[in-house]
């Protein structure tokens, strides 16, 4: 992997209010040198909020923006050395792709021949240097996105700020971006926050993920502790599926229809609780037919999803999902009867039914 | 049974193509006919003379006229540049900072068109009175009126300019890449609203050359009233200066026109080459 070379960025107590709606509440958060932190939550989160405020396109009502040990909290967007890249196509319908490029070297006063090489030499860096003479209506999506980088790149900014960039594009393109801006994030060395509302785009891109609700950060860690410890139920709801499956908790552990999982937060007090199980940690044991049980039920759905399959079954007064190999997911087509069996991997409880 | 819908899909074709040569000719004579009689007239002889240039050779010999002609152009520009400075920046920056006050500054920039120039006239008069004793009673004050005037035609042209864009994206993009409020206008909103820019500023030039009303009631000569006044005295010059602005007109618009075709087809061929490349 390549030295890194970005700077730190703080985001210190960040406040931000739309009249009586509070869009960021106090939020604190530390990108390392290099480091690509995804911002991940649904619409109105606050994560583009946070995202503009660090760009100085919006003024924060309190807090600190530090880029590299400066505050740049009451500096504008002009005088950040930032690059950004936007969810809607933002490059200037007039100019060449070349010339986008070179735009932001012309604002630093570049002389022409050196921003024109400048500018194709990163076009080369994302592949679209032999569209350097066309005109955005010329160009994909896919293209006009890479060229956007490009542009944002050009300027040897201290921070990329990637403003869900890839919603606009089909899947295909989105998933072969999504990891082409990796690379290059990775072979710049830059300092990245990039927001997506997509979880599978923040867990495959991000060397950490920060999960946001209600203008707040509630977990922030590597995608594998976010996916596998969520910290909080709203984080296990939103950051990939959750079966919600009333028990009691006691003791440490709590037991879900006669089988009994580990809590994650052996604090929680004993009593009623949902657990909330990942449909991979569900998996179908044997026939259920003619047997009766709180974990026997009916397959009412299987979709496939390629490798895998997610079987739905109906245990009467709940639905649950099972992530299953495509090729055990087979055995049980929609209208058997089968017996579900919980993996005793540590779950969340969430207490407040 | 091919061979008939084919020979009825010729004939509604044909009829279509007879359709649409009638309305060409009913248009055209509908506007050329007057102003093939406006030259008629204004060339034609005294008596049994034969035809002659003359009142067209003799519009550079009226003072008042050429007066009147070099300040309705003077008053075309300054009014055009005014609204543009005027309103191009208001617009852009109601549409990125204040997107509420929108529907406000549509409702007072669309304002005049409801009010008859003779009624504008009657609340401008005490101004220009003020005006003329202690600022200036030069007629180029006229454009402060004309740029009321012009205000709903260049909103309209102006608006759908820079509906037809990502105003806010694009400028943000650009603030974040360094540039300063003055660069973001000039170099990246100007250039990409620059036909609805044309259109307005022709329309402004259209109006105010046009305009008869105002300038009369608040007793300043331009050229309209300046031909009003001269066909009492002299007819035919007077109809050979109608012409001649008429032309004139016709020749902004063509230029106009040409400009934006070459636009057009500019994106037509950007079009192929997308569907070249997707197709690739």
């Not at chain 1, 400066?70 to 809607?88: K, S, W, Y």
């Not at chain 1, 994302?126 to 050009?154: D, I, T």
């Not at chain 2, 193509?17 to 309305?23: D, G, L, S, T, W």
């Not at chain 2, 009226?62 to 300054?78: C, G, H, R």
């Amino acid at each position: 992997m390549p030295e890194r070379s970005g700077v730190e960025v703080r985001l210190e107590n960040l406040q931000r209010r739309y009249g009586a709606v509070v869009a960021l509440d106090d939020l604190s958060l530390t990108i390392a040198p290099g480091e690509l932190v995804a911002l991940l939550g649904p619409s109105g989160c606050g994560k583009t909020t946070a995202l503009r405020l660090l760009a100085g396109l919006e003024d924060a009502d309190g807090g600190r923006v530090v880029i590299g040990g400066e505050d740049v909290t009451g500096l504008p967007a002009n005088r950040r050395n930032i690059g950004m890249v936007f969810q809607a196509y933002s490059l200037f319908p007039h100019m060449v792709a070349w010339e986008n490029v070179a735009f932001g070297l012309q604002m630093r006063g570049v002389g022409l021949a050196e921003r024109k090489k400048r500018a194709i030499d990163v076009l080369e860096l994302v592949g679209l240097s032999r569209f350097a003479n066309r005109y955005a209506s010329q160009m994909s999506g896919g293209q006009q996105q890479r060229v956007a980088l490009a542009r944002a790149l050009a300027i040897s900014p201290q921070v990329l700020l990637l403003d869900e960039p890839l919603s606009a594009l089909d899947a295909k393109v989105r998933s072969r971006l999504r990891d082409e801006i990796r690379r290059i994030q990775l072979e710049v060395g830059i300092t990245t926050l990039f927001v997506t509302h997509d979880q599978e785009e923040a867990l495959a891109i991000a060397d950490r993920v920060g999960v946001m609700q209600s203008g707040r950060l509630e977990q922030l860690g590597p995608p594998m502790t976010v996916y596998s410890r969520p910290a909080t139920p709203f984080v296990a709801d939103f950051v990939g599926l959750t079966n919600r499956i009333q028990g009691t908790v006691s003791r440490g552990s709590v037991d879900v229809r006669g089988a009994t999982i580990p809590l994650v937060d052996s604090s929680v007090p004993d009593g009623p609780a949902t657990a909330l199980v990942r449909p991979e940690a569900v998996s179908l044991v044997g026939n259920g037919e003619a047997q009766e049980g709180p974990l026997i039920g009916t397959v009412i759905a299987v979709a496939f999803l390629g490798a895998t399959s997610r079987v739905t079954v109906d245990l009467g007064d709940i639905t649950v999902l099972a992530q299953l190999p495509t090729s055990a997911a087979a055995e049980h087509p929609a209208g058997t009867r089968v017996k579900l069996a919980l993996r005793p991997d540590p779950v969340l409880v969430d207490s407040h039914n | 049974m091919a061979a008939v819908r084919r020979g009825v899909q010729g004939t509604r074709r044909l009829k279509l193509q007879v359709f649409r040569i009638i309305v060409f000719v009913a248009a055209g004579l509908f506007f050329l006919v007057p102003i093939g009689a406006m030259v008629e007239f204004s060339t034609r002889g005294v008596g049994d003379q034969p035809r002659t240039l003359a009142a067209w050779q003799s519009i550079g010999t009226y003072p008042d006229l050429v007066a009147a002609i070099t300040a309705s152009l003077e008053l075309a520009a300054i009014t055009t540049i005014a609204m543009l400075v005027l309103l191009v920046p208001t617009m852009v920056w109601v549409r990125l900072k204040l997107p509420r006050l929108n529907p406000i500054i549509e409702f007072i920039c669309l304002l005049p068109l409801t009010i008859p120039a003779i009624v504008l006239v009657v609340g401008l008069f005490p101004i220009y009175n003020w005006m003329g004793t202690n600022f200036s009673d030069s007629i180029l004050t006229l454009s402060i009126a004309y740029v009321v005037l012009v205000l709903p035609y260049a909103y309209r042209s102006l608006e759908a300019g820079l509906a037809s864009i990502d105003v806010k994206t694009l400028t943000e993009a650009a603030r974040s890449l360094g540039a300063g409020w003055f660069t973001v206008m000039w170099r990246i909103i100007v250039p990409n609203i620059s036909s609805a820019i044309l259109n307005s500023a022709f329309l402004s030039v259209a109006l105010v050359l046009g305009e008869y009303t105002i300038a009369n009631n608040l007793l300043y000569n331009n050229l309209q009233v300046e031909i009003a006044m001269l066909g009492r005295a002299n007819a035919g010059v007077s109809i050979a200066v109608a012409v001649a602005s008429l032309l004139f007109a016709f020749v902004v618009l063509v230029l106009l026109s040409f400009f934006n075709r070459g636009r057009g087809r500019l994106q037509l061929v950007e079009l192929q080459q997308v569907m070249r490349t997707e197709r690739g």
